[in-house]
């Protein structure tokens, strides 16, 4: 960084101007320095400022107008009034007109102002001197020496107990605000590993809070369950849903690939976690002729009939299969918790 | 109230708001104040108005932000819905998201003010990003405005993240699967991702935390820090004047425009209430976050086309077109595929903060600079600049690639392989296009210079040739268009001396000389006419 | 809302036409030219299904087979009921013209009475989902709430919070819902058009259909309401987006063009 890195020449401050000038002792590129100044129409004719000043005038009145139209709106417009406004639709009166009102009454004062301000204003163009942001040497050369003068009455470079005891303190003490911040929440333990399905819970239909049963579930159809048990006025029902959710499909048992699915399956009856592998988003569009899933979130695409593995787009393993069978009663029910954690990937999940 | 006899005959005579303002100097010192800032000089340009854009808008999302906390509840408590609007009616949601249903429906004036705010919010980002290009094209960072740059990039960065924190807060079907996005992205740092998610959910996602936490973040936290660096921003604004285009009479030493009382004063405060005009009129026409039509939110619930809010949507792009790498060894996974993205995602906003730092480096120049480079004259450093635009809306178009296949029915499998090619691609074109035409805008101003204006005359000469006729320049455009410098690159000079010794020369500068001939070599300048050229074309009038 | 909707649908129904005009020989034009014969005949109940059987070795069973029993070109029809007749062919998307990702609707060329027909020939061929009556699909008495819940948990996350569509895999996609018929709606839920999965009264009853067709009634029908404005397409924050790029920034950038601009000078006499 250091300036004697770079040949002084090289600076673009050598090839000024400056020094065409000298040499040639004419610059044909010479500053010819602030044009003369141009009155406006306004500034010659009268007749023309008055206009300017009606103008801004009218603006500041209309502003005015404005406002009492806001008050009268407030007043006057029911809350759930809709009319209808060509060519937007049908929206609510009481927005559009306190909207409108506002804003016509603040447009109307800043085009007033800057009508104002660009007619009558005087415009002569002013130059202000510049002055250099860095202190002259003289100044600087006196605040070293006070700093010096300070930091040698504070003793604080030959007291170096003093010092190294000092920053010693003052690393630690922000310690306490980090160990403060320990409660904000638990620690993860095997959360993540852990739904709330388990051998024998019944899958329940979303739709309809039925458990579902084999002949329920068509070819090609599309169904969510959650576990037999969990309500949606529970309090912890986003926690655990957040989890549990499952898609339910039925596939022709030939189309299936993957062994190991096949076996966790009944009579071609899948059933797979809702939440992408991804981040997490509910995965559901399920397209029933390609047998494909796709992630409407981030696009990542999974295909059912072969263990749900990746085949697009940014996941990073294949969505969990819970291991469904039927109860003594007919109804479809999990024979235990997902074997693996389910949603997006993280770093103890192995 | 208490008189002696001759300074009360003074004051008597000195009108009311002389006297408020003799008061205010005696313990504020406000004359030496005005002394230096009532007359001072601001240049007018439309351009230099982006960052007002910026100062206004943030401040209508205050005042609106301030309204709204007057409804709000930050709470993630159930409860029925039971408000006015009937396609809800009895669902449950939660606490924050009925009060805003509460202030969208059964407020009056509620939903134009949570209208504004977020237009506002929106705005706001895009005149920052606007207006940082400006200062980049111009080469307004350079010495001493390198601190406030960063001062500027910093507000950029903490607006994107005060947007994206209340965008999450009504807790409505969109804006929660934006937070699950968040919680997975958490989630992939490795050794710490599990802990930082559950610190920052209390617990498992969705809890019931986030809202009131995000709300302290989004009310108090980032827009506080935002208020004191838009403070700092903008004395350093007034502390080092404004930056000038070249032009007759604008010298490195002088700034030329109008002074603050009264023109000045009057265009910026008419701005304001310009710009507030146009964001409220705008809010009564369009809709903005209908969350009534969105629902609230449920962690197995979603809809297609859940996108953030256009700020956030480079960082969508990166997460949308990343393959899904990941890997698993020793009982551990390592999730390439959301956490490059989640690294890259801030390097894309460094690697444009960091350029004025590289080209000061480069140049080695320590100046101070005031008179603002036309970008054309800059040719390496703007086509950096669009290369970096390029990237970022290659990213955003990654970030909505459903809306671009269902609007354009093309397949989103081959957009997504698009935009992962054009990240690498679409920026180096970019930066080669522009290039050529910065040095064919400079060879056009050396025409102009050297040959005069196309005067759009045509003449036909004895011999029956057509010509146009071409009129000279005035002085000022003359001198408008060589005012600009040009920097000559970097020589190492030779690696022997005069002795026979070989001069070691550090790796460091060799990179420089290297950068420096790539910014300023023959291939990255057109030399700008000298006198001599000018005067040998002008005096011998055969030729042109 | 039906004009609108044809409207918004221009660009696509265009390039239909073009490929109609093309594609206008061979069997295709074969399926008009009786077609509007048979407008002018009297049809009568009784022979529906003889009537429907002279439609189909018209227009369908190039692809369908002679007895619906499907061929490379197109599935078997022999279960499907009278309700996927109603749907594909009232909504145009049969019969196919071209091939492509996915068959799209577009203008039907039957009349209701030849749709019931055809439905009726192919409903004899198997048994499977009926067409729905009136009543089924009426929206009133529905639980319009219960709907939107219904909807967010099955259908937004392909077809949009309101049913406005959205991208699938490889240039499929999920059509808008807006301005479909109720019993369209009702008829693809049954029996899973296409790529679309299947809701059947199984796992989604009757009563749980109407909400949903009352749900997007309420929320993406003719006389729904944007209190706010602008609904901009109902696609969320991309063109809340471009909306706040073009016209609010813009609006601004062209005000402070105005502000800074240089006031006309007198001219010089």
């Not at chain 2, 993630?76 to 809800?88: A, R």
């Amino acid at each position: 960084m250091s300036s004697q890195d770079i040949p002084e020449e090289n600076l673009p401050v050598a090839q000024a101007d400056g020094a065409d000038l000298e040499k040639h002792g004419e610059n044909p590129f010479a500053d010819p320095g602030l044009p003369p100044h141009e009155h406006r129409i306004q500034d010659i004719d009268e007749r023309a400022a008055k206009r300017s000043e009606r103008t801004v005038a009218f603006l500041f009145t209309l502003s005015m107008l404005a406002t009492i139209g806001f008050i009268a709106s407030y007043v006057a417009f029911p809350v759930d009034k809709s009319i209808y406004v060509w060519p937007i639709g049908h929206i609510s009166a009481l927005n559009f007109a306190l909207g409108m009102t506002l804003g016509i009454a603040l447009f109307c004062i800043g085009a007033g102002a800057v009508h104002w301000a660009r007619t009558l204003m005087s415009d002569e163009e002013i130059a202000d001197e510049r002055h250099e942001i860095s202190a002259p040497p003289e100044v600087k050369a006196k605040v070293l020496a006070d700093f010096k003068q300070g930091a040698k009455e504070s003793a604080m470079g030959r007291r170096k107990l003093i010092r190294n005891t000092m920053f010693g303190a003052l690393t630690l003490v922000p310690l306490s605000g980090v160990v403060l911040l320990r409660d904000l929440g638990p620690l993860p333990e095997d959360k993540l590993r852990h739904t709330l399905w388990a051998k024998g819970k019944l899958l329940v239909n979303q739709n309809t809070n039925e458990p579902l049963r084999p002949a329920d579930v068509a070819v090609g159809s599309l169904t969510f369950a959650k576990p037999e048990g969990l309500e949606e006025h529970d309090h912890d029902f986003q926690t655990q849903i957040a989890k549990a959710a499952l898609m339910i499909v039925r596939l022709e048992p030939d189309d299936i690939k993957d062994k190991q699915e096949l076996e966790w399956s009944h009579e071609g009856i899948v059933a797979y976690s809702k939440i992408c592998t991804h981040v997490g988003c509910p995965i559901s569009l399920y397209e029933q002729q390609t047998h494909h899933v796709l992630c409407p979130c981030h696009q990542s695409t999974f295909d059912l009939t072969d263990g749900a593995r990746v085949i697009f787009g940014p996941a990073g393993h294949a969505l969990p299969q819970l291991r469904i069978g039927v109860n003594e009663e007919g109804y479809l029910q999990a024979l235990g918790d997902f074997e693996e954690p389910v949603g997006p990937a993280f770093w103890e999940r192995g | 109230m208490s008189t002696t006899t001759s300074s009360t005959d003074n004051k008597r005579k000195a009108p009311a708001g002389e006297r408020v303002a003799d008061w205010a100097d005696g313990r504020l010192g406000i004359y030496s104040l005005a002394k230096a800032n009532m007359r001072k000089i601001f240049p007018d340009h439309w351009s230099f108005m982006l960052g007002e854009i910026c100062l206004y808008s943030f401040i209508i999302i205050i005042l609106t932000g301030v309204y709204l906390t007057l409804f709000f509840h930050p709470s993630m408590n159930e409860v029925e819905y039971h408000g006015s609007y009937v396609p809800l009616q009895g669902q449950l949601m939660s606490e924050a998201f009925n009060s805003t249903m509460h202030i969208s429906f059964d407020v009056r004036g509620g939903l134009l003010i949570r209208q504004i705010h977020h237009w506002a919010a929106l705005i706001f980002v895009a005149a920052m990003l606007v207006h940082m290009m400006r200062v980049f094209f111009t080469g307004a960072f350079r010495k001493p405005r390198e601190v406030n740059w960063l001062f500027g990039f910093l507000l950029l960065v903490l607006g994107m993240f005060t947007g994206f924190t209340g965008y999450s807060l009504p807790d409505d079907l969109l804006s929660g699967t934006g937070v699950r996005f968040m919680q997975g992205a958490v989630l992939s740092v490795p050794i710490v991702g599990t802990y930082l998610s559950m610190f920052l959910f209390g617990g498992e996602f969705p809890g019931g935390d986030f809202v009131a936490r995000f709300y302290s973040v989004h009310i108090l936290l980032l827009p506080g820090i935002m208020l004191g660096l838009v403070v700092a921003h903008l004395i350093l604004v007034f502390y080092h004047k404004h930056t000038q285009f070249a032009g007759p009479g604008k010298t490195n030493k002088n700034v030329v425009g109008m002074p603050l009382l009264p023109v000045y004063m009057a265009k910026a405060g008419g701005f304001f209430f310009l710009v507030f005009g146009v964001i409220a009129a705008i809010s009564a026409l369009a809709s903005i976050n209908p969350i009534w039509a969105l629902g609230p939110y449920r962690p197995d619930q979603v809809s297609t086309g859940a996108q953030p809010d256009w700020y956030m949507g480079f960082s969508e792009g990166l997460i949308r077109v990343m393959p899904g790498w990941e890997i698993n060894a020793w009982g551990h996974t390592l999730v390439l595929g959301v956490f490059i993205p989640l690294i890259i995602f801030p390097l894309v906003l460094v690697t444009i903060a960091v350029w004025p730092f590289i080209e000061s480096w480069v140049t080695g120049d320590k100046r101070e600079h005031h008179i603002l480079d036309r970008p054309r004259n800059a040719p390496t450093r703007t086509a950096f600049g669009v290369a970096w635009l390029t990237w970022y809306f290659i990213l955003l178009i990654g970030g909505g690639n459903d809306l671009w296949a269902t609007h354009f029915h093309l397949s989103i499998n081959s957009i997504t392989w698009f935009v992962r090619i054009a990240f690498f691609v679409g920026p180096v074109i970019a930066f080669i296009i522009t290039k050529r035409i910065c040095l064919g805008l400079q060879r056009r101003d050396k025409d102009k210079v050297l040959h005069g204006r196309e005067s759009g005359i045509i003449k036909r000469l004895p011999h029956g040739e057509f010509i146009e006729v071409h009129e000279p320049l005035s002085q000022e455009a003359l001198h408008t268009l060589t005012a600009h410098e040009q920097h000559k690159p970097l020589e190492l000079g030779p690696t022997v001396d005069e002795n026979g010794v070989e001069r070691k020369v550090k790796g460091t500068q060799k990179l420089k000389a290297k950068l420096s001939q790539g910014m300023y070599g023959e291939e990255s300048q057109i030399p700008k006419p000298t006198a001599d050229e000018y005067k040998e074309i002008t005096s011998g009038h055969g030729h042109h | 809302m039906k004009k609108l909707s044809a409207r918004r649908r221009h660009p696509l129904a265009a390039v239909v036409v073009l490929i109609l005009a093309l594609a206008a020989t061979g069997g295709l034009y074969a399926a008009f030219a009786p077609a509007d014969k048979a407008q002018a005949e009297e049809t009568q109940q009784s022979l529906a299904i003889e009537e429907g059987k002279k439609l189909y070795s018209v227009g369908c069973a190039s692809c369908h087979g002679t007895g619906g029993q499907g061929t490379t070109d197109g599935p078997s029809l022999v279960g499907v009921g009278s309700a996927a007749v109603d749907f594909q062919v009232g909504t145009g998307r049969m019969p196919a013209q071209q091939p492509g990702a996915q068959v799209p609707k577009k203008k039907n060329i039957y009349t209701q009475a030849e749709i019931d027909q055809l439905a009726a020939y192919v409903a004899s061929l198997g048994a499977g989902p009926v067409t729905p009556t009136d009543k089924q699909v009426s929206p009133e008495g529905a639980d319009i709430a219960k709907g939107g819940e219904l909807f967010r948990t099955n259908c937004a996350q392909c077809h949009n919070f309101t049913g406005e569509g959205g991208a699938l895999t490889k240039g499929k996609f999920a059509p808008s819902l807006e301005g479909v018929s109720p019993k369209h709606i009702y008829e693809a839920m049954q029996t899973g058009p296409q790529n679309m999965p299947s809701f059947p009264d199984t796992t989604m009853p009757e009563k749980q259909k109407k909400d949903i067709i009352a749900y997007l009634d309420a929320v993406n029908g003719e006389k729904t309401e944007s209190p706010g404005g602008l609904k901009l397409g109902g696609l969320g924050p991309v063109s809340e987006g471009l909306f706040a790029w073009i016209f609010g920034l813009g609006a601004l950038i062209a005000v402070a063009v105005w502000v800074a601009a240089r006031t006309a000078k007198a001219k010089k006499s």
